[in-house]
């Protein structure tokens, strides 16, 4: 089996995944703009796979190493605080449905 | 057949049996028609709009196969009348059995419009209903025009004026029209009846049901039952502690062939507001109010009571074009093709039926 | 555990991911969405780590633990007001992550020769590119919403020139390394020129408008992750950058949409050729002074989520007919437990009762009709004030302005509710023919259209919301 | 500061300028009322509200620094008036010259309800609007009660009633609230007007306009401009043919200071349906059509004419509360802490004064 | 052309099939779905033709041309009423060339030792027995639906052993298949097994379930077909085979719910263990007698695509208080070009007059209200019957049935319409506590619920329509 | 790159096609689930590819052929039958709308 053939599933996945992005966010209310930006911010924190990989696979030399840290420590931030930011915004949504009536 | 349309002559009334649209109607199912002159003027109906319609105005309404009136026949009219021949109106058969002793002595067709069973064939011969109709509705108009308030709510520059608040007690035809209307022009409004279904069917139009805890039954004919004097009793006590509340009531409560039931006693009049409104549009069988005068307009206590004995009477075009359509679906249910052909074994022929030929039914 | 059920492990977090995106669309499960997602991802790193060809367990381990807390800690102590940076931050670093995996990759590939297929090489070129272009101008994004440098459009001579330059510098470095050169300063040029070319990119743009940007450089990021899953033939990479590079490009052109702008204008406005619409201003970050137009949906969460709305009906409703629809709005609102009421006013209209008239004609109950006295009591405790086609009785001008031919008449205090929406056609004054400083509130959005419409338009997002 | 309400005189007046509503609202104001015993009875409010509201029933009210009343006073009344005391009410100063001078001779401060200028702070003393409300609502009622027909369509099985067709002559204050309650009652309604942005206002309340052509300008006031005498031919010719589709017209239209324009003549009266009902709120000012007798109800060519002078008076008790508001808002803004201080500087105090102490304005 | 470049132009064909989906769940785009969909597939084959493996091409066209015109020339004779079986047809032959695919597969690898490797075998095993499961079934629903044998549902004694019996012989050849048996005659028993099971598994269920039957087939061909992909590691495949697979099961999930019924009673309702629903009966496949109920978005579509549509207002709107909808509902229909009108029975309601007070406070323009006559004359030339809370004012025993208590009173002939659609909350009498034949014709649906709320459901469908 | 690599990313593929497949056809109105059925029955034409694919690679047997040009038969009938089938139910639809009013 050919890497060609390999690649070409690669990209029916891509196109896959183009329309999948496409077709689940369409119609969201402008509010939640700003909460989904965000939530799709954290979700490409997946870059921390990458840079666990590069980093981690133990017979690259040095600057491969440090770079790949570097990249895990930036990923790391990303992914965190990419959900925690979100999470706090999505939680002002929520309290104020929650508000117990006042009168 | 040849139908004759005689002036009414019962003072105050003003409505006609038969109205030009409905003559050129009949003409066309094979009757012919004579009407007196002047006969339609207090409704708007000129003797012109008639002939155009086909209607002899030449001929003596008397001659005619059969009569049709809107009210009974005066003791001068029943002698104008013959045997064999037909009789439509309102013949008050239940209460006024010297009437009917008189056209059975005659030996005349007698059909009361009161006494067609309340059938669902029957529904457009149901003179009551198309009666009752204008009544509910005038009645709110008369209430309006005496209540010194406005009826619906307004929030002006010059404060805010609150809507009245008003009472229907008896939720039949009247009543319900009565309610629909009040609403219309923006009053709050309750409605009352001791027959159960009627809640839903007040709230169907928008207003709210008062309830008392006093629930009667219905009898078959879709009537209310009387109530007995102990359920009378506590109607009576029940509404005078909600009476005082409302700025205008409405009463249509009858129970057919007995007086109207006592709803509001002296003491819940004297308990209203100054210039509140009563209509009791029970007015003709004693009314629902204690204080009622029947045919007067009268100040009682600071309230207004109304009560008019012929409410549709001071509606006379539409009361009469729907009576006309009552009486001309009869007509033509007794004389299918313009031939006289009464079927004893019919509901609706048996059942309106008060005097026979040579002997009273 | 070896890489081919890694990749199958990964599924899991592909479908979270995809479920995380659904959720996080719709305002009542959100935040479940957001957990989804989060969950999806440890997934992910444990089943990296248990991946045999990972070694240095530590050095990641300490690497996480400093970006995480570094992560956590930003987010949990910045206020609510800078969010919108935090975000650019870490959308930045994350670009910066793909950029640095890239370069690693190629230093690491390249002096292996052949190990460079075109399509890797290529995929390397392209994650380091976008991700440093989005590295570098989410970081002048966050100073600017930070207000580290002037948030207003910076501009110079030459300054289209300058950066078609660094771009086209940039381009030949990529090509040469998918045309296969291996040569190492060409990555190091790539991946700085791209953030030169970042930096240059978003200065020009205006700090009101970096909503659309930070969003913009969002979908760069998925694009770059999306990248490295080529690169490293990594399924659950590709799919998630592609998803976040997907939804995150329609989210850009969304937000452009509902500011009345299109992207090329928000993107490329600064340079004068397109001049900024006039109407619109971004719902995120209008200032005081600016009017804001929001759409029916935005309305409609707010009043979906709104504890108490009060309608304030005006003369704009009766001339569309929309009392009926007003009155359908509140029953649905109603019915979804918002406390709903009607503030009338006693001139509004243009007779004596005229809003009486309509909303009995509705069958709006009367006891949540309010006076005057009684709703401006009610204001200070009202999420939404839902102003329907009302003017001159809004006008706040009446209570402040000793200059206005109104000052004096008592109007509704609508600016005291949290927020305030106005339905009308456009900015034309009311019968009093002066303008509303109302319209320029900061708590306030107009919404744009015939009443009816636009009341019409409310109901169904408030169905779906 | 005192205020007198004593009991109006002119025949048929059942209003009363302050209810005892508004009584407690001006004593908290620093106000203290001198209310004649009988006052508001016609309007449904006794004595004792007044007394209960704080109201002094035993001192005259003329004794009182300001008087307030609805209508303007009598010639006796006048001579208890003094020099320097405030008097409010309708003192008609457009038409009635004779009566401003003989306030003006007793030097009191006169203030005319209907010579507040119409801005929009002056709202809430706004009595012309506030009155007019009431006539509009009122006509409709009027209209109602005469006419022969159902307002409302009404489809029944004895057959379908057509709803009642309503033109209303002048839109403005009482025009747009008869359009609304005939509109509420189920009617078929037009309005017209020489007023441009009329139209839309019509339209506001689910009625059409009805366009004839023939459209004036608004004045600075928002009053409108009396039509040249060949506007006003062509617009009685065009409703000439129009009229006899109606079966209720109801007539507002007024130029201030000038007698009513003559809308209806004589024929289109002719015109109309045996039953038709015309209702003239213009009649003060010598009425719209050409056949009202001002003051009377009447019939001719089968048409009803209601030519009432002083509608409002016939709901007394909410007129009586719109007219008590828009009077006390004018005491507050002349005398702000129950203290006269009158600023002719003010455009309300400059506009609504007809004559001063000593001296007429 | 080379395999790699062939998948990669399969692209096309995927993309064209995701847009086919979509638009066909839309009435206004669903042709051009289709034609968009007939698009990819020919460029499905014009690639495959071009890809240099594939050689016989003179057979191949001969056999596609025969094929083609067989399907052609079916598909365009047969009658309107006749398409459910052509579905079911084409599905089933479908079906079938998925499990001739993976039998010549097997017999072509399995010589060649090794060259199977499990996922392609087991995906060989799963396409030949779903195709073949597909294949078979379908034909008896074929075969049902055009009568050829008897539709109701065949059961006999010991038939659920039976089913179990065969399906696990089935099932004991495939797991030897995917175990790496490489023994010709097993692929045999399998397939020939799975045909089997496949008209075993059709014969009990009735005809009017026949649709969801087919549904389900329908997605089972889509599974086989993505199952062929994974043999011949071919994307479209896999892509077009599983959408089909996934969008066919929520289908028929769908289908079962409009019908009131639980897949699975559908499919084993007929063995006894559970009854079917009382209430419910399939909307395509109801027959005279029965009560049909629909969905709001059903009723939706026909009231969106009708030319000329008649309310038939009754007491059941004025308990309902759903005037203001009905007004809402009727405005709508008109802004999209719909012809309105009100039939108003003369005792509709509990009072003369009750449904003019309710139009008329809703505002609904007094000529659009037709008297009896006038409405009856106009129902032939009309598509849609809308009858809101209305009973005994359309009962057809009136006009039919001599022995009825209402015999003789003139009603609304709303069964002169093409369609009848009732609003109304269960099947209890009205005012006049008799039975409405009129529920029972094949004409009407029934639409259960509130009628407020039906018809403000209808108004959102009918937006979406 | 080993085969297992290839059939994760089908399998990546697979799951990707079920989630667009159900989120492509959420909320069809209840009139167009037969066409919609119709319709996809024609997609699963598809299987034409494997059967050419099957039947035209030149060096197999005599039965790999002759099954697979049946294969390539009833495929053929599969699509085309499909496809106009689709289209004749949604004429009739189209039909309706088009309809010129006649009033
Ligand atoms: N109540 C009375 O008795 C009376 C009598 C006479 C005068 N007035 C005066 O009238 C004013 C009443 O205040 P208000 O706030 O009710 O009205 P307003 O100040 O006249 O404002 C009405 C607003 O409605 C908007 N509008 C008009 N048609 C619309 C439509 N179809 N859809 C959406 N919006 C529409 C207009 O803006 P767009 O054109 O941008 O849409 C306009 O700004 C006061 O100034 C009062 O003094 C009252
Ligand atoms: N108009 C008059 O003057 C008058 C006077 C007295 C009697 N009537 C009689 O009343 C009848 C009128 O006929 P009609 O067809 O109008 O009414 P109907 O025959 O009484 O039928 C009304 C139907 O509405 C349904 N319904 C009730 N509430 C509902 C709700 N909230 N939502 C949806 N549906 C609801 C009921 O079915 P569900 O319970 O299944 O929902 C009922 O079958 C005639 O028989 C007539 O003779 C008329
Ligand atoms: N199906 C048909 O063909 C048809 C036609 C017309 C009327 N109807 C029905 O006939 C019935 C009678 O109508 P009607 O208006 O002629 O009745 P009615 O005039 O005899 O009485 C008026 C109302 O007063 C009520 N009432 C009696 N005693 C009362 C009491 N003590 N307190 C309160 N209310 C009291 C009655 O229940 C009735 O609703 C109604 O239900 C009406 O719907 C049926
Ligand atoms: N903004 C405010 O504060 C305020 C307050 C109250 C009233 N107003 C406005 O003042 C205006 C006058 O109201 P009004 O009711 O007191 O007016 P009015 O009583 O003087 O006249 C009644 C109506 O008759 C109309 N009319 C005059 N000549 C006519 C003719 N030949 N044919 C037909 N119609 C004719 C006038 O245009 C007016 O609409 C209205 O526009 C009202 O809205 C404004």
Redesign the interface.
């Known amino acids: 089996?050919?890497?060609?053939?390999?690649?070409?599933?690669?990209?029916?996945?891509?196109?896959?995944?183009?329309?999948?992005?496409?077709?689940?966010?369409?119609?969201?209310?402008?509010?939640?703009?700003?909460?989904?930006?965000?939530?799709?911010?954290?979700?490409?924190?997946?870059?921390?796979?990458?840079?666990?990989?590069?980093?981690?696979?133990?017979h690259?030399?040095t600057?491969?190493?440090i770079?790949?840290?570097?990249?895990?420590?930036?990923?790391?931030?990303?992914?965190?605080?990419?959900?925690?930011?979100?999470?706090?915004?999505?939680?002002?949504?929520?309290k104020?449905?929650r508000?117990e009536?006042?009168? | 057949m040849r139908i004759g349309v005689p002036r009414e002559l019962e003072p105050g009334e003003r409505r006609v049996a038969l109205v030009p649209d409905a003559v050129s109607r009949l003409g066309t199912g094979g009757f012919e028609v004579f009407v007196e002159p002047g006969a339609g003027a207090a409704a708007s109906f000129p003797d012109k709009a008639y002939a155009e319609a086909g209607a002899d105005i030449s001929n003596s309404p008397w001659e005619a196969d059969g009569v049709v009136k809107v009210r009974k026949p005066s003791a001068e009219e029943v002698g104008r009348l013959r045997d064999g021949q037909l009789l439509v109106g309102f013949l008050e058969p239940l209460t006024d059995h010297q009437g009917i002793e008189r056209l059975a002595e005659r030996g005349v067709h007698a059909f009361a419009m009161e006494s067609i069973p309340r059938i669902t064939r029957a529904q457009p011969m149901d003179a009551l209903s198309s009666q009752a109709t204008v009544s509910g509705y005038k009645a709110v108009l008369l209430a309006a025009e005496r209540l010194p308030r406005f009826f619906p709510m307004l929030m002006t520059a010059a404060g805010t004026v609150a809507p009245a608040k008003v009472l229907v007690l008896g939720a039949g035809v009247a009543g319900l029209q009565a309610i629909a209307t009040a609403h219309r022009l923006g009053a709050v409004v309750a409605g009352f009846d001791v027959r159960p279904v009627v809640k839903e069917q007040v709230e169907s139009l928008g207003a709210t049901f008062l309830d008392l805890g006093i629930l009667g039954e219905e009898t078959a004919g879709g009537y209310a039952r009387e109530l007995t004097e102990e359920e009378q009793r506590r109607q009576q006590d029940a509404l005078e502690g909600r009476i005082p509340e409302y700025d205008v009531v409405i009463t249509t409560a009858l129970v057919p062939g007995r007086a109207a039931p006592r709803l509001i006693p002296a003491g819940a009049v004297a308990g209203m507001r100054p210039g509140s409104v009563i209509v009791d549009l029970a007015a003709e069988a004693g009314g629902n109010c204690e204080l009622t005068q029947p045919g007067e307009i009268v100040e009682r206590e600071s309230v207004t009571l109304v009560g008019l004995t012929n409410v549709p009477s001071t509606m006379p075009y539409h009361a009469s074009q729907l009576y006309a359509r009552n009486v001309s679906a009869l007509l033509q249910h007794l004389a299918p093709e313009g031939e006289l052909a009464l079927d004893w074994e019919d509901e609706i022929t048996a059942g309106a039926c008060v005097t026979r030929e040579q002997a009273a039914a | 555990m070896s890489r081919d059920v890694t990749n199958l492990l990964y599924l899991i977090t592909i479908v979270t991911f995809i479920l995380a995106l659904r959720f996080l669309s719709h305002p009542t499960t959100a935040r479940r969405g957001n957990w989804i997602g989060a969950v999806g991802m440890l997934v992910a790193i444990v089943v990296t780590f248990a991946q045999h060809a990972v070694v240095s367990y530590w050095e990641i381990a300490v690497g996480m633990i400093v970006g995480g807390s570094f992560g956590a800690v930003a987010a949990r102590r910045v206020r609510m007001t800078a969010m919108p940076q935090m975000v650019a931050l870490f959308n930045g670093v994350g670009g910066g992550a793909a950029a640095l995996i890239s370069l690693a990759e190629f230093h690491n590939l390249a002096p292996d020769p052949g190990s460079l297929k075109t399509d890797i090489s290529a995929s390397i070129m392209l994650s380091a590119i976008i991700g440093s272009i989005s590295f570098a101008g989410s970081m002048i994004a966050f100073a600017k919403l930070q207000e580290l440098i002037r948030g207003r459009p910076i501009v110079y001579p030459l300054q289209q020139p300058t950066n078609a330059l660094v771009f086209a510098a940039v381009l030949a470095a990529g090509i040469a390394i998918a045309a296969g050169s291996e040569q190492q300063w060409l990555i190091w040029v790539l991946v700085a020129g791209a953030a030169v070319f970042g930096v240059l990119f978003v200065l020009p743009i205006g700090g009101a408008d970096m909503p659309v940007v930070i969003s913009l450089l969002n979908a760069f990021t998925g694009l770059a992750a999306a990248a490295t899953g080529f690169e490293l033939e990594n399924n659950v990479l590709i799919v998630s950058g592609m998803l976040v590079g997907a939804s995150g490009t329609f989210l850009t052109l969304m937000m452009g949409r509902a500011m009345n702008r299109s992207v090329a204008n928000v993107l490329f406005g600064a340079f004068g050729q397109l001049a900024p619409a006039a109407a619109g201003g971004a719902v995120a970050g209008a200032t005081d002074g600016q009017v804001r137009s929001a759409t029916a949906e935005d309305v409609a969460v707010m009043l979906a989520y709104a504890h108490k709305v009060v309608f304030v009906p005006g003369y704009g409703m009766a001339v569309a007919q929309a009392q009926h629809d007003v009155h359908a709005l509140a029953a649905l609102l109603e019915s979804r437990g918002v406390e709903v009421s009607y503030a009338i006013h006693p001139v509004a209209g243009r007779m004596p009762g005229h809003m009486n008239v309509l909303l009995a004609e509705a069958n709006v109950p009367y006891p949540q009709l309010k006076e005057l006295d009684e709703a401006n009591a009610e204001f200070s405790r009202t999420d939404v004030a839902l102003v329907i086609g009302a003017n001159d009785v809004v006008n706040p001008d009446a209570r402040n302005n000793t200059a206005s031919p109104i000052y004096g008449m008592p109007i509704l205090n609508v600016d005291n509710a949290q927020q305030v929406v106005v339905l009308k056609r456009s900015m034309n004054p009311g019968f009093a023919g002066i303008d509303n400083p109302l319209f320029l509130n900061p708590k306030t959005v107009m919404l744009f259209g015939d009443a009816k419409e636009s009341v019409d338009k409310l109901t169904s997002s408030v169905k779906a919301a």
């Open positions: 089996m050919s890497h060609g053939l390999l690649l070409t599933f690669e990209i029916t996945i891509l196109v896959l995944a183009i329309f999948l992005g496409f077709e689940v966010i369409s119609k969201v209310p402008t509010l939640l703009h700003t909460p989904l930006m965000s939530g799709t911010n954290a979700i490409h924190g997946i870059v921390i796979v990458g840079a666990m990989l590069v980093a981690g696979l133990g690259k030399d600057l491969t190493t770079v790949g840290l570097v990249a895990v420590v930036l990923a790391s931030a990303n992914v965190v605080g990419g959900f925690v930011v979100t999470d706090r915004m999505l939680e002002m949504f929520k104020r449905e508000r009536p006042d009168s």
